[in-house]
Every structure is written in structure tokens, then in C-alpha cells.
């Protein structure tokens, strides 16, 4: 044996390669790597060896690099067993046929193989749209289900609600993780908390584990997934997703939501309000992905804008109302898409294309996304300087900056929706000043829809406005707001809109569900509490039983 300087040592005896060889012919046992610069390990399994002569390798689910290494291209054999990791010398494919609808290829046996005796502490990190739940478990303290955020053969991190915080108390003790991948295939393992990190905006905690004493078999189970996650992670690569077959842990049937996860665990007043955390989720991944340096993801805010346009096909009403849900979600992503939903509802409905209505619905939202980056001062100034103010109207040349992936979306909505959506008729917006006859109509609206949902959230220097008060700023300032997008709002949502709480003259409290055509509500669910809608709400009353409630008093500001 040799050592070389990157900590490998060559192994030479033919009946210890022939040892380390078979150990990856387990399923999820070895990885392939093609030699040009930055390529990735790609699965393949070990099918057969003859010691000296060669050996024969699955490649079924990397097809679309066979071509590549008919041509000769050279690669390496990867592997992780028994806490050593394996690495072949340079090999090149000598045959390639189908046997029983899988493509076998033969290569050279090597003469020696290279062996790093430690364990790898490399972690994939799961990409935007890769979704894997696990469930804590602690036999005292119950359980509580969260996010893989990523993994290693160490360890791994998860993200979990506030509510988790009992089962971490305690650091010293070894809890049950279970990791539940999309295609359901589920890993159990010890694991002992190492730290946590709160983060009251997005409420939740980020919780980084060690595994406990794992078997060899856990250990190969483990490399599997490390590879897998790194594999799915590359096909989300610019300009690689096409060209790359999915990672079968990532497959599941189409619009099969996920059964285990942070917000799959939480409680939600109506299903529609459910169903809408999910794309909230998806909003909460790219914030994360911006405060990171990278881009907006052009497939998922794809998907995405798709998801939020069927949801308003199926319950126009109910999907208002979700919107006052999301209190468990950041401030961004409830206003964002409070602001998407509306201004669909206002400007995006036929005779409107409904490309174009995708378009505007997914400008809106991300349109705030670009404030990402701000600061703890920034968000809690309750008066703002000069230098301050610059630094908060830089967030729209900054989403702008982020955005080039996006190809699909049309830049002219999106220059209405999300860069133009601060300025003003009387040139008093930001960030470039533009006067009235250099806005379009759907910036005009959108400018309309945008601060009605700010005025309707706290600030750090106010609390949330009244809708007759938001009203009326809106009416009183026709130099800065189009009037008629204005009359419009109103009369397509109402003095009291969908997601109002008011108290009627009997005292009792109910959230607005439904109006009827002449803006009167035409069903209310009940509820005791002036907080932002929760579950369970109260009993639903529709039509002639609400008139037994009497009229209504007052509405609230609730900032949900």
C-alpha cells in the first residue's frame, strides 16, 4: 500500500479489491464519475465482477450519459462501505447492450483501487422542490414532524415548527428521526440534537443532528440518499434539468401532496387555506434560495403560478379567505401572495388570456422577494432615514437582478407588476420616479392591490389600517392612485371583503367568508377570538341565518 497526498491509500491485493469490489453490489453501493472537470457522481450498480478480466455496471438510470461513454469517455467507480470510501483509477467502457430492458456495460477489472479510511462528512443540501418530511420522535415527549434541509453519512438538519422545542430540550438525549422521501421509501435512525438555531419571523427551528451507532447497512442506506439528493440537486443545475433522468427517491404520483412535513403537520381553518401553504411553502424555499445569493427558480415559480390559478378556479371565495391564514409564514410571503391572489381576481380573469393571467399572478408573487436581503434594522425602522429608505428601495433592481433564469415570463407584465408596482402617478414612487403616462394599466392596478395589502398588515410605526380607512387614503389621493382602479377594488371586493373580521350588533364575532352580488355577507364563520383565523373556527352561517346576527358594528384590523 501507498499513500497519496489527498489522504487516499492505493490498495493492490487482488482478493482485497475483489472484498471491497462486492461490497458494492448493494443497491445504492456505488456511484459513477466521469472524469471532465466539476461532473457530478451519477448511480450505477455493480451487476457482476471477474477478478482480472472486467467488470459489468447497471447504467439504467443514467441513459443519457451511455452515449458519452461509447465515445470513450473515461470515468471512475465511486463507493462508501464500512466507513472507507472507494475510488477506482481512470476506466473506460469497453461494451454497452440491453439485457431484460436494462443497459449493462462492461469495463476493464482494475488492478488497484484507492481507499480514504474516514468518514465522509460532505452534506447535500435539498434544492427548491425537493420536498423529503421526517418525524422526531421522543418516547416522553411525543413527536413532531418537519423538512430535511440536508445530509450526510454524520448527520443531518431539519427544520421544525416552534411547537418542537420541547423534544430538543433536552441535547442529551438520543431521539427516533425518520426521513419519509417522496417516492415512500422511509429511513429510521437514532440521532442526538448538536444545535438549533430559532428564527421567530419564519417561525421555526433549525435543528442539526448526529446519527447514533450506525449499522453498515444504515451506512450504505445513507450514501444512497447523500448521492441520490446530490443527483436530483443537479438536475436542477441551469440549463441540466432536461438532460438528466430523475432521481427515483424524488418520483411520486402528479399532484400527490407530501404526508409528512413542517407544514403538513400544522392546522389550518379550511382546506383551501391547506392547500395554499403549499405554494406558501414554496415562496418561504425561494426567499431562503435569495438570502443565499441564488436566483429565482424558473420551473417552480412556474409551477407554482399554475397551482394558484387553479386553486382560483376551483374556489374563488374560499382562496380569498386563505389568504388571512398564513400567519405561521413569513411577512413576505403573506403579503405576496395576498397581492397575487387580489390582483388575479381584479385584473386577471377572462376575456384576459390565461397565459397572461400566469404571468401576472407569478410577477405578483415574487415581487416583494427582493427584500430578501434586508437587515433586522431595516425591518424593524419605524421611521426610516434617507440612507435607510435608499437601501429599501433597492429591493426592486434586486429582485430585477435575480430574475434572468426566467425566460418564460413575459417581461412587459412583469415590468408592470413587480418593477413597477411602487411607483406613482405623480412620479413620488420608486425606484425610477416614473410619472402617469409612463404606467401601464396592470401596474396602475397592481399599485392598487399592493397597498391595500401592506395598509391591511402592522408595521413597525402602525398597526394594521380599517378597509374604510384604507378607502378613504386611497380616494383622497388621486395624484398618486388611479381612481379608477381604485372604484374598482372597492366595488369588486367590498367596504367589508372577503378575510374581514367584524363584530356585529349582537356582539358576535365572524370572519367574512362570502358576499352576495349587492356586497352584503353571505356567509360567516363565528368565532370568539380577535386574532387571526385559526382552527377550529366557530359554527358557518349563510344567508337569511346571518340576518339574526343583526348588522354589522365594526370591522377589525386583524394583520394575518
Known sequence: MSQQQ?????????????????MLTEPGGASLQVTTSGSKPLPVLVVEQRPGNLLALDISAIREIAGELKRGQAFRLLGQTQGKMLRSPSLMMTECHEAEGRLICTCPYPHHLEVLQRRASFRARLRLGMEVGAILRDDKDGSAQGDLKDLSLEGCQLELALSAGALLANADRSLE????????????????????????????????????????????????????????????????????????????????????GRRTSQTYPTPMAKRLARIAGYLDAQLLELQQGGEVDPVQLSRHADRLLTLHDEDREGLLFATRCLQHEPRLVRHCLGASVHLLDLAGLPPIPRELSKAMVASAMVHDLGKAEWD??????????????????????????RMER????????????????????????????????????????????????????????????????????????????????????????????????????????????????????DQVQLTDAIEPPGSPLGETLRGSAIQNLGGIQEELPISS
Request: hydrophobic share 40%; aromatic share 10%; proline share 6%.
Open 6 to 22: 489527498d489522504g487516499y491509500t492505493r490498495v493492490e491485493s487482488p482478493s482485497e479489491i475483489e472484498t471491497l469490489l462486492e
Open 406 to 521: 426566467c425566460q418564460w415570463l413575459s417581461a412587459n407584465i412583469f415590468e408592470s407588476v413587480a418593477r413597477n408596482v411602487n411607483e406613482r402617478l405623480d412620479g413620488s414612487g420608486y425606484p425610477r420616479g416614473l410619472t402617469a403616462d409612463a404606467l401601464h394599466e396592470l401596474a396602475r392596478a397592481a399599485a392598487v392591490v399592493d397597498a391595500v395589502d401592506a395598509m391591511r398588515r402592522d408595521r413597525p410605526d402602525r398597526p394594521a389600517w380599517r378597509f374604510d380607512a384604507i378607502y378613504r387614503h386611497l380616494l383622497n389621493h388621486p395624484d398618486q392612485f388611479d381612481q379608477r382602479w381604485v372604484k374598482r377594488y372597492i366595488q369588486r371586493f367590498g367596504l367589508t371583503p372577503i378575510g374581514s373580521l367584524v363584530r356585529f350588533d349582537g356582539g358576535q364575532l365572524a370572519w367574512i367568508q362570502a358576499l352576495d352580488a349587492q356586497g352584503h355577507p
Open 177 to 260: 428521526v425518520e426521513l419519509c422521501f417522496p417516492n415512500e421509501t422511509r429511513f429510521v435512525v437514532r440521532a442526538s440534537p448538536r444545535h438549533q438555531t430559532v428564527d421567530t419571523e419564519r417561525q421555526i427551528i433549525l435543528a442539526g443532528f448526529r446519527f447514533d451507532a450506525i449499522s453498515g447497512d444504515q451506512e450504505r442506506q445513507l450514501w444512497y440518499f447523500v448521492r441520490e439528493i446530490e443527483r436530483e440537486s443537479a438536475r436542477y443545475a441551469e440549463g441540466s434539468e432536461a438532460s438528466r433522468l430523475p432521481s427515483l427517491l424524488f418520483q411520486t404520483q402528479a399532484a400527490t401532496p407530501p404526508t409528512v
Open 376 to 401: 433586522a434594522e431595516l425591518w424593524q425602522a419605524p421611521h426610516p432615514d434617507a440612507r435607510q429608505r435608499q437601501q429599501m428601495h433597492g429591493h426592486v433592481e434586486e429582485l430585477m437582478r
